[in-house]
């Protein structure tokens, strides 16, 4: 048994696993060898890299059983700065030496079961030695488990705490293990990193690691030697790596690669000598940041006297500010940032008093403060304005940039908070706002640090809330919901829910804009509380008496915040009886654009959206142009993961025609990250007030009062609420709302007086006068640093990596204009006195604008820097020196300006990489190295390519192309990459020579780019590039003194052309006689040779006269025309129909076809009915849009649908009949596209050319002459002259422009004309004498089938290879466009040099578009329109129509008409304005209102009511201002009475009041116009009535014509604001009561009481109507009725409620719907009536 037993422990103790955790033992020292490299670069060889190198010895020994101690000897750095790996590292002794002097003493450190734990070093060891120390001790952590052999862990590191995978290899043969280990640095429970500048970059937790574009991993390798005193590490090795992917492309990455390795030497029993100095705790192995944050990735600055330092900077920046380049004063302008950022308040406000009295100074000295972003700086700032040292200027400037870049501390915080009571802000008030918002930021930046948000913080924002309400500023209420929206914190929600009367039935008084910015409001909480912010959401956009505006903006949010699928679905259901139709259209809209997203982020809300729109009906997304809208315009790429989306929020008003809120942002995704770039709002109210009539006292007149107290007697009616002109904006940047500015009558006045002391318009445009003359003079800078953005992390040797933006933007200007007017302005100026006076203005202007990015990628610390550096630089210069002279009286301009000198860069885009090396303790040693190896660029020929004989333009763009050779095979040698310089490189000069003006502009190209080793965006990017555009001087005969443009208007035009032939003789202000001018105007010009083959054709031209009487067509057809749809609309047919052999064969089969089909019959509409069915069914395959297949057979399927209806003809095979040229006889259908067009549209450019010159006829309207003015008077430059034509049936144009230099007879010939009333035609030559080039155009209207439609076709006879060239790049993407937007497309030929477009209006609001080009035909049907067209069904269209009606000019106003509310009444149809039709007998002799004004001005009033002498007859009254008109029939005449008095029809009355009214007779009836009012057109006939209002009177009125408000739904709204169940109660509810005794209308309206048992209790009950029935009076039978539906409230049958207590509508619920009988005739046989 005892040997068994023994047996088993010695079994046991064999198996169990050698102890494998690293033992240092007292009294020994165990001496390694220690090397580590870190290096920047691209992974491919030949391309510079930077890095650094350490290496030293290392003496670990043990001091008790946790603590050790480890001495650092002969530390070694070394720099590298070259092309790996050819080159090689550089010692660099300064830096050694102050690493070893920090490495001196002893670290010690706790080290047990090879976990490190606290780490001490001396006091004053910098933090960049003790993490370099971190990075050697790191080396020793390892965690082993002794029962596994492969396992993972979040095991804590320099990095952090991340997820590392362990693999153990024991060898105990060999007594030896291998441990491998490695870590992702991407999945870390808690990652050392530092981000500054991005805070309002939002990451997505639910994005896939595999879209990061920062990679990282670190990979260790131990090698373990062990017996029975414990396990040493004899070898280790680790590999750290980050891969940074810019445009995530696998092949295109930066990368950083740091390596670490550790050599067991020797192990000796000398002790290591324990530290002399105390040391300090400094953590674990977790990196601490220090030095390194303040470092901004710029070139090191030794620094030693801050004062002295900056103010040697300010004085060469404006001292030296001629001899410095913008890159250079960028640079010093960043180094005093970082200067600013360590000297505290005293030292700023000694550098303030040297400067401040200095103006140039002022603002280098005041945006580097406010970049600085330190607690001093924010203080000085503060203190400035306080004492009023600032101008308004630049608080206005330095605030928000202030605000933007200082740190989000507690301190700070503290110091902002102080802003917001500070007098001199509260003065102001844009200031005001700036402060608020602003502090609103810092609390979200801080906040997003800390978590939860200290109360205090917020507290500010909520006192300006409460005392807001408490007063009732709505100004204040908007800015505290904006501060508080951009704090965004859930602690304020419960502010912000006061302001919503969803939850606090104490804000509906408030304005609609303050419920709005409340819901806005909740859009940054919904980050941190999304499922809170969806519920508040939810509920306001469910709640139906909220303003549609505030529900859409409760839509917008709701959907930000990204509501899972049961939300969506809901909102969906919810939208099926949604009674808003602008809410429905836009959640609807908004659904359907996010179904479309293709962004990782939102494809959960994508789907739901998907599925949710499923449910709702389509009409909702064909809703016409006055319903809400959204537009959505976005592209995502998920190859390199990054894109953008442009969303527009449309927020109709039903008071407005067109949006009164427009929302617009533009938000950016890159990786998994999503930023709001911008957003801008525009919200309007009350608008309509500005663009009419003013200062009418409508309240003052007779009908206010009546409209008040017919108020009383309509139950329920109230007035709208009053609107106040107003318009308020606000923009965002970066999510963050910065300004925010309301605009209203108030406020313009008060800017006025601000400005110039004035609210009187007139004063100010004197003001503004008198200040241009007294001139500008002066010189202004702006540096700005724009962004600055850092992203840092540990590496394994203890260094750190960052990733760095910084940029920075220089403005300059320098000005001297001088401007004299004569006569001077008088002192009782008027505008009109200013078009009688001579200007003459000198100026000097020179402005620039520099704009410059540094990003980095690499070590920056306080000692020394190395990396990658890119640097992208915008540089524009121009100088405008010119004088100008100004005739207002005589229409003359001329501007004079100096020549082309001296070469001049306008604008340049420059960007390079280097690989950069410094360091702070050896000046001088700044090693920069451009990633490519060194080659020269191909040399660029002095002169360009040779131009074609045949010159298009006087300056042709002629191109110089070095050749650029592509490498086949990729060379991985640094050698042989040295000489490919040539492969990589290329230049490009684009010029365009103006020799005439002695000057030429140059687009010049350069670029040396790594792409010919891995095609990828990154490695394009990488090299040099730029562009520029030069202006240089043209070598010319004789020297030029000035450049001369001279614009001559009116009858003296003519004067100002220049005779080529004679104007060196000739004086140049030379007036000749105007019968000369016009006799010779031809030859001066030297376009006689233009109109010479035209007149020779047009005499050789027989006239046809066509005698075909005119047709007179329906708008919409007739039920026999063909119709344009077929069932292959939506494919293109797989056969051609182009001209080919045997197309007339196709003809004759068509021909018979007509006559087997229609017989005997020789009607053209039979014929061309019977012809176009035979041709659809000659093809009976379909094919869908296949791009770029020519051959027309691909993706072809039989089509038996189509077969049979042989009917049905696709859209593009009908003929297009212009309207002045239509032939009965003529097919409709178009079987052949070259013989598609008229017998007029053969030669577009042959009726042009058969034109006359306007100046055999005509003086010329303008002439403009540009020259260049010669010492020996010698003129060269280019003229135009401008001649045009109006008469009453046509009109036309014709421009000129010819090259005045020399013998030169380039020309440029514009010819447009308006034929008649349905045609246009325009061309336009160019070349010599107009003769080589031509482009021809031809605009019509006709008829496409039997639809009204328009044609524009182009013909281009001859153009220059460069346009074809750009046509036919254009026309490469025009299948993959059509297919996109789900157009179909046919392969077909046609003519070689035309296009044509033909719309056709199917209906007001579709049309159907058919595009043909030479080999493609595109078309598409029933495209919505925007706006409906002014036509509708009846509405005749004549080929011939009369000479007075213009289509074409009254196009646009037909369409604004359109816009304005149309309301009839005929008999018993009513139409209202939003075009709901309903009918309705008129009780008689009861007048109704059929529309009034509901606003609260209560302009006009108009009744109507049914005679009761005959059904057919009406009679109205209108009541406006004092005035009451009544129109009526008596013994079958129209009669007319104003105020009572009897009126003659036949002669027109036009009021004298303050607001016009003008009555007079049209056709057989009479109509009343009072714009003034609202009124643009009443019409009334007897039978019919019509009335027209403004569209400014849209969602103001009320009555039977409704509310022209968009909402269909609830047209039949009641005086009380209940809708009617019918359009019986509907109407009854309009009538007016009148007085039993004095009018003739017997019926008033009564509540009801009706009893029966409740359904769901089967009780008896007694129910009471809630509105009120029409029932005739006390005495008075009825003698008529009718059933209408009634809502009825219901109480128990032993209720003491009785029908007399009934109280008002609105203030008890419907429980039942009943029919009951209303009354609509009454017979009274006595009433009690006083005497």
Known sequence: MKGLVLALMLALVGGQKQDLEPVFHTGKTYIYGYESFILHGLPEGGLAMAGVRLSCKLEISCVSHSDHLLQIRSPKLEEYNGFWPTDHFTPSSRLTETITACFSQAFRFEYTEGQVGSIFAPEDCPILCTNLVRGILNMLQITIK?????????????????????????????????????????DCQEKVVRNMGMAYIRPCPTCPQKIRNIKGTTMFTYKMKYDDSGTVITFATSEHMYQISPFNEPNGAVVMEARQELVLVNITSSPTSPPKTRLKNQGSLRYHFAGELLQMPIPLIRIKNPDYQLTE????????????????????????????????????????????????????????????????TFRFLKQKIHDEKLNIWEVSLTLPLTFHFITPNKQNLEVASTFLTCPQIQKAPLHRIVVYLGYGSMVNKYCAQTSPCPNELLQPLHDLATEATSK??????????????????????????????????????????????????????????????????????????????????????LFEAKPPLPTVTAMASSLLTEPSLQVASFTYLHMKALAESRIPQLYALSAACNIAIKLVSPRLGRLSYRYSKVI?????????????????????????????????????????????????ALRSQGLTKLIRKQNIPFAKYDTYKTLKELGKTLLGWKELSPEDPLVSTYVKILGQEIAFVDIDKDAIQQTMMSL?????????????????????????????????????????????????????????????????????????????????????????????AYFHVITMMGINTQYFQSGLEFHAEFNANTTMKFDARINMKEKNLKIETLPCHQEVELAAVRSDIYAISRNMEEEGSEKKSQLLPGGEVPSIPDEPFQASKRSSVPGNWKQSNTPSVISKELQQGSEEAQHQSVRRANARIFCSKFESLGCSACLSLKSRNSAFLRNTYLHKLVGELEAKIVLKPVQTDADIDKIQLEIQGGSKAASKIIDVASSGSKE??????????????????????????????????????????????????????????????????????????????????????????????????????????????????????????????????????????????????????????????????????????????????????????????????????????????????????????????????????????????????????????????????????????????QIATGQ????????????????????????????????????????????????????????????????????????????????????PFPSGPGTPISTLPSPDWNAFAQATLSILENLKGRCSFSRNTIKTFNGVEFNYSMPANCYHVLVQDCSPELKFLVMVKRLEESDDFTAINVRLASHKVDMYVSNGLIQLKINGVQSPTDVPYTSNSDASMMISSENEGLSLKAPDYGIDKIYYDGH????????????????????????????????????????????????????????????????????????????????????????????????????????????????????????????????????????????????????
């Open 146 to 186: 002794k029962s596994q052999n492969v396992y993972e862990l979040q095991e804590a590191g320099i990095e952090g705490i991340c997820q590392t995978r362990y693999v153990i290899q024991d060898d105990s043969k060999n007594n030896r293990a291998t441990i491998s280990k490695s870590k992702d640095l991407t």
């Open 313 to 376: 900077m300010l004085r060469q920046l404006v001292q030296n500010k001629e001899e410095e380049t913008p890159k250079e004063a960028s640079a010093k302008f960043l180094q005093m940032i970082r200067l600013f950022r360590i000297v505290n308040l005293d030292q700023i406000e000694s550098l303030w008093v040297q400067f401040a009295n200095d103006p140039p100074y002022r603002p280098w000295f005041l945006s580097a403060i406010c970049a600085a972003g330190t607690t001093d």
């Open 472 to 557: 009732g500023d709505a100004k204040d209420m908007a800015l505290a919901l904006k501060a508080i929206g951009n704090a965004g914190e859930p602690a304020s929600l419960k502010r912000i829910l006061k302001f919503l009367p969803t939850f606090s039935p104490a804000a509906a008084s408030l304005p609609n804009r303050i419920h709005a910015d409340a819901v806005l409001a909740l859009r940054k909480i919904s980050r941190k509380d999304p499922a809170k912010v969806r519920e508040i959401s939810l509920q306001v956009f469910m709640d139906n008496t909220l303003a549609p505006n505030v529900r859409m903006v409760a839509c917008v949010v």
């Open 632 to 680: 959505h315009v976005g592209h995502y790429s998920s190859e390199y993961e990054a894109g953008a989306i442009w969303r527009v929020y449309l927020m109709n008003s039903p008071s407005t025609m067109f949006p009164s809120d427009i929302i617009t942002k533009v938000r950016g995704y890159y990786a998994s990250t999503a930023t709001d770039i911008i957003e801008v």
């Open 756 to 848: 110039t002391g004035s609210s009187n318009w007139q004063t100010v445009v004197k003001k503004a006068l008198e200040e241009a003359q007294r001139g500008v003079s002066g010189q202004w800078t702006l540096p700005v640093m724009v962004a600055e953005a850092r992203h840092i992390v540990p590496t394994v040797v203890g260094l750190p990596l960052e990733l760095s933006l910084c940029s920075a933007m220089l403005t300059q200007a320098v000005a001297n204009v001088d401007i004299k007017m004569s006569p001077p302005l008088s002192d009782n100026f008027r505008p009109s006195q200013f078009l009688e006076t001579n200007m003459d203005i000198h100026a000097d202007i020179k402005p620039k």
């Open 1068 to 1337: 140049e202000d030379e007036i000749s006689p105007y019968e000369d001018i016009r006799s010779k105007l031809k030859k001066i010009l030297g376009i006689e040779n233009v109109f010479k083959v035209a007149n020779k054709t047009q005499h050789h031209k027989k006239r046809v006269h066509r005698t075909d009487k005119t047709a007179v067509t329906d708008l919409w057809g007739d039920p026999s025309a063909a119709p344009l749809y077929s069932s292959s609309s939506s494919s293109t047919d797989s056969t051609a129909d182009g001209e080919e052999p045997g197309q007339e064969h196709k003809k004759d089969e068509i021909r018979q076809s007509v006559k087997k089909r229609g017989g005997s019959s020789s009607s053209s509409g039979r014929r061309s009915s019977s012809s176009s069915s035979s041709v659809s069914s000659a093809s009976s395959k379909i094919c869908s849009s296949s791009g770029e297949d020519h051959s027309g057979d691909r993706h072809c399927s039989e089509d038996h649908a189509y077969s049979k209806q042989q009917e049905n003809i696709p859209v593009y095979q009908f003929w297009f009949k212009p309207a002045d040229e239509q032939d009965p006889g003529r097919q409709v259908l178009n079987s052949s596209i070259s013989s598609s067009s008229s017998a007029s549209d053969k030669g577009i450019s042959r009726a042009i050319t058969q034109t006359k010159f306007l100046g055999d006829s005509k003086l010329p309207v303008l002439a403009a002459v540009l020259r260049a003015i010669h010492r020996h008077k010698q003129l060269t430059g280019l003229q135009l002259v401008l001649y045009t034509d109006t008469q009453p049936t046509k009109s036309r144009i014709q421009i000129f422009v010819s090259n005045i230099t020399g013998l030169s007879r380039w020309k440029l010939c514009a010819d447009a004309s308006l034929i008649n009333s349905h045609k246009v035609l325009g061309s336009l030559k160019w070349g010599k004498d107009c003769q080589d080039y031509q482009i021809a155009t």
């Open 1344 to 1427: 496409f089938a039997a639809y009204p439609a328009m044609q524009m076709k182009l013909e281009w006879p001859k153009v220059p290879s460069t346009v074809q060239t750009t046509a036919r790049w254009f026309y490469s993407f025009l299948p993959g466009a059509a297919y996109v937007l789900g157009w179909s497309q046919r392969q077909q030929r046609g003519p070689s040099q035309q296009a044509t477009l033909v719309m056709a209006l199917t209906s007001p609001r579709t049309c159907v578009v058919v595009f043909k080009l030479p080999d493609l035909t595109i078309y598409a049907t029933a495209i919505r329109l925007p706006l």
């Open 1584 to 1731: 019919r009535l019509e009335i027209q209002v403004a569209f400014w009177m849209a969602g103001k009125t009320c009555g039977i014509c409704g509310k022209y408000d968009a909402e269909k739904d609830r047209e039949y709204q009641m005086p009380s604001g209940y809708l009617a169940k019918d359009a019986v109660s509907f109407g009854q509810s309009w009538i007016i009561s009148e007085d039993p005794c004095a009018g003739a209308c017997k019926l008033q309206r009564k509540f009801v009481k009706i009893e029966k048992p409740v359904a769901a209790e089967k009780k008896a009950a007694k129910c009471f109507s809630v509105e009120p029935v029409l029932h005739c009076l006390e005495g008075c039978s009825a003698t008529g009725s009718v059933p209408v539906s009634v809502g009825f409230h219901c109480v128990p049958a032993d209720s003491t409620l009785s029908l007399e207590g009934q109280i008002r509508p609105g203030q008890k619920s419907e429980d039942v719907v009943s029919t009951v009988s209303a009354h609509t005739a009454c017979s009274c046989h006595q009433q009690s009536c006083p005497a």
